[in-house]
């Protein structure tokens, strides 16, 4: 998820940003009542430009949230660290919230999320994982060479879940980078023989200077879609109304909105849609 190829990766921002608000269209009043502030929470691991840029957007969408639910107030808030999303959710108790993969899993237990929904999001990065490189012919080339990421915070996910034990990051040399394009021209230029990037990554690598001559030499299996969540603060009634309406929000009149920002489909879903890769990440 590039920030500096802003123009193809728009579409991404507005639609992880688009989610929160349509995915509130549906949910009524939690039991506090009048007077409760709604917070929703858009947690995408390393997303798509900072918060600054994302946030007019959810503002905006919030106001048309908070008119269709009667809501007093209510607050979206996108973001891609999980430190702050720590102290929003410390300090906001949202109600819902939008997840990639790795979040859900790494923040599941202690914040009592329970699986509500799936959200598909055209061109999201983390659906998949790929090793790339300009020298190596396979996985094995990449071992005890520099391997570049924007991704190595994520350590438990990457080796219990996404590299289905192929690796660990003990078996590179890791080179941590702090931006997804940063990620892309380590290996460009060479200071890295690899870099691990996720699908989003992978497409962009086309558009860059020098990326041409980097391929994929290893790929992951392909991982569920953004998980819709409900934190233990919603209460049982809210979020079983809240679930049955997610089928309906891109139909109908809304099917336009999820098009424009490039939504798929939200869709209700089980906790067992993500069984197996809670069991592959353990407690």
Known sequence: MLTRLAPARRPLRLALVALAAL?????????????????VLILMDNGVGSPGQAQPYVDKLMDVAKAANGWDAVEGKYLTKRKQAKAYIQEKQPLYGIFSLGSFLSMRKDNGLEVVGVAEVDAAGGRKFHLVSKTAKELAGCKGQKVASNHFGQKK???????????????????KT????????????????????????????????????????????????????????????????????????????????????????????????FAAMVKQFGD
């Open 23 to 39: 995915s509130g269209l549906m949910v009524q009043h939690r039991d506090a009542g009048a007077g409760q502030n709604v917070h």
């Open 157 to 175: 996910f990457l080796e219990k879940v996404v590299s289905g034990g192929a690796f660990t990051l003990k078996d590179f040399e890791v080179v």
């Open 178 to 273: 702090k931006r997804p394009v940063q990620t892309l021209k380590a290996v460009v230029k060479d200071e890295a023989v690899c870099a691990l990037v996720d699908n989003a990554q992978l497409a962009e690598l086309a558009k860059l200077e020098g990326g041409a001559a980097v391929r994929p030499v290893w790929s992951s299996a392909d991982l569920p879609p953004m998980a819709v969540v409900a934190f233990s603060g919603a209460g049982t009634a809210e979020r079983a109304k809240f679930k049955v309406s997610l089928g309906s929000l891109c139909t109908g009149e809304g099917k336009a909105h999820c098009d424009k920002v490039g939504i798929k489909a939200i869709r209700p879903a089980d906790p067992s849609a």
